[in-house]
């Protein structure tokens, strides 16, 4: 049973430029949140996405930041007209129920911003 | 949910016991505890939960006080695999699903 997967792993923008970042969550989870590492901090949750359905955007920024969980294919972190200051490892993580159910983190996608 | 306080940072020998402590006073009837850890360079991984039981898995052990005001992350022999930052997180049953991460403890195991 894979993991959570993400790509790229590694991803160099200029800026103003735009940002995909994928997840694949585990099989059989339909609950993916994301969630934002910026370097020597800790980590802060973004989004909480159920198929199609954006159950919790809190901790998203108002502007440039978007995020999806289509029927099929995988969720999509998507970051326009990138800064500097974007320049951070975004994590993805899945469950298969909500609550204090167990979430399963991928690799992570490390932003550079040039 | 609720605010948890832990060391900074902890340093253990290998093969020895180590136990990460965290403090969690207003800790509301409904909120299990989780610990995450992060090894470097990778994401987050499960570490362990409960709700007032200790518990045991294959990797630790999770010594609740009686009053659940704090708890204890037990990791029985550690390895050089270990050093990580150990993160304690509440999380309320039935409500949001977001981990609210804290500055956790970044374990140091030597040789």
């Known amino acids: 049973n894979a993991g959570v997967m993400q790509n790229p792993r590694h991803l160099v923008r200029r800026r103003g430029q735009e940002a995909r970042l994928r997840c694949s969550p585990m099989?059989?989870?339909?609950?993916v949140y994301w969630y934002r590492q910026l370097p020597e901090e800790g980590l802060k949750f973004m989004v909480y996405?159920?198929?199609?359905?954006?159950?919790?955007e809190s901790g998203m920024p108002k502007e440039r930041f978007s995020a999806e969980f289509p029927k099929e294919g995988p969720s999509i972190l998507r970051i326009q007209q990138v800064v500097r200051g974007d320049s951070a490892a975004y994590f993805c993580?899945?469950?298969?129920?909500?609550?204090?159910?167990?979430?399963?983190f991928g690799p992570g996608t490390r932003l550079t911003v040039l | 949910d609720a605010k948890t306080t832990q060391p900074n940072s902890m340093e253990s020998n290998e093969e020895e016991p180590v136990h990460l402590p965290c403090n969690h006073s207003?800790?509301?009837?409904?909120?299990?505890i989780h610990w995450y850890r992060q090894l470097p360079s990778q994401g987050p991984e499960y570490v362990i939960h409960?709700?007032?039981s200790n518990v045991n898995n294959r990797m630790a052990s999770l010594a609740i006080a009686e009053d659940r005001k704090s708890s204890t992350l037990i990791l029985h022999r550690a390895t050089l695999r270990d050093a990580a930052v150990y993160y304690c997180?509440?999380?309320?049953?039935?409500?949001?699903?977001?981990?609210?991460f804290g500055t956790g403890t970044r374990l140091q195991v030597t040789l």
């Open positions: 993580a899945s469950s298969t129920e909500a609550g204090t159910d167990t979430q399963y």
């Open positions: 099989k059989g989870h339909s609950h």
């Open positions: 996405l159920q198929k199609e359905n954006i159950i919790d």
């Open positions: 207003t800790i509301s009837g409904t909120d299990y």
């Open positions: 409960g709700l007032t």
């Open positions: 997180i509440l999380r309320d049953d039935g409500t949001a699903s977001k981990l609210t």
